[in-house]
T-cell receptor
Framework: DAKTTQPTSMDCAEGRAANLPCNHS???????VYWYRQIHSQGPQYIIH???NNETNEMASLIITEDRKSSTLILPHATLRDTAVYYC?????????????FGSGTQLTVLP | DVKVTQSSRYLVKRTGEKVFLECVQD?????MFWYRQDPGLGLRLIYF???????EKGDIPEGYSVSREKKERFSLILESASTNQTSMYLC?????????????FGEGSWLTVV
């Protein structure tokens, strides 16, 4: 699976949009972009995934650039409960589970 | 919503004890996984199963075994617990089709071996 690069940490004011970037310049055509988050002491929580079109669900929006070399996760109205480590992962759909590799992620801190 | 339930959140066991970690998923998923997560090492796959009674070794299977007698249940067994198995253990599941086959995780089980 392609490697991803994320900023180590970010802050966001409560109620504002949180925009979390991810670079995946070596992504291949059959790899999806997945986002998970992990709140301290809990298991990773799935947020959203996409291939090349922008995606939106009840939690977030995912914007993927046209060349697919980077993406942005958007939490439209961040709350204190959104404070977590956010992981951007690229993986082949149908690929073996061993290919789910979590990098260091971005520590998002939502400030009151 | 997908629900992956791990039976114990926090356990303390003695060296040499046999430890069972149970996991149940309610989405009729074919695939189930056990990972451990340690600071600085990320998530490491221990075992996974793509069908009842089927299992495959992950990256770090030594010291562990698994059991999948029913589709919804996947158990991790530490035959003789050791202190280096102190960790957070994560169970996960996914569907077997190609609709993104998103992997969903349980809340984790914190195991301390003393």
């Amino acid at each position: 699976d392609a490697k991803t690069t994320q900023p180590t940490s970010m802050d966001c004011a409560e109620g504002r949009a949180a925009n979390l970037p991810c670079n995946h310049s070596t992504i291949s055509g059959n790899e999806y972009v997945y986002w998970y988050r992990q709140i301290h002491s809990q298991g990773p929580q799935y947020i959203i995934h996409g291939l090349k079109n922008n995606e939106t669900n009840e939690m977030a929006s995912l914007i993927i650039t046209e060349d697919r070399k980077s993406s942005t996760l958007i939490l439209p109205h961040a709350t204190l409960r959104d404070t977590a480590v956010y992981y951007c992962i690229v993986r082949v759909v149908g690929g073996s589970a061993r290919q789910l590799t979590f990098g260091s992620g971005t520590q998002l801190t939502v400030l009151p | 919503d997908v629900k992956v339930t791990q039976s114990s959140r926090y356990l303390v066991k003695r060296t040499g004890e046999k430890v069972f970690l149970e996991c149940v998923q309610d989405m009729d998923h074919e695939n189930m996984f056990w990972y451990r997560q340690d600071p600085g090492l990320g998530l490491r796959l221990i075992y996974f199963s793509y069908d009842v009674k089927m299992k495959e070794k992950g990256d770090i299977p030594e010291g562990y075994s698994v059991s999948r007698e029913k589709k919804e249940r996947f158990s991790l067994i530490l035959e003789s617990a050791s202190t280096n198995q102190t960790s957070m253990y994560l169970c996960a599941s996914s569907s077997g089709d190609n609709s993104g086959n998103t992997i969903y995780f349980g809340e984790g089980s914190w195991l301390t071996v003393v």
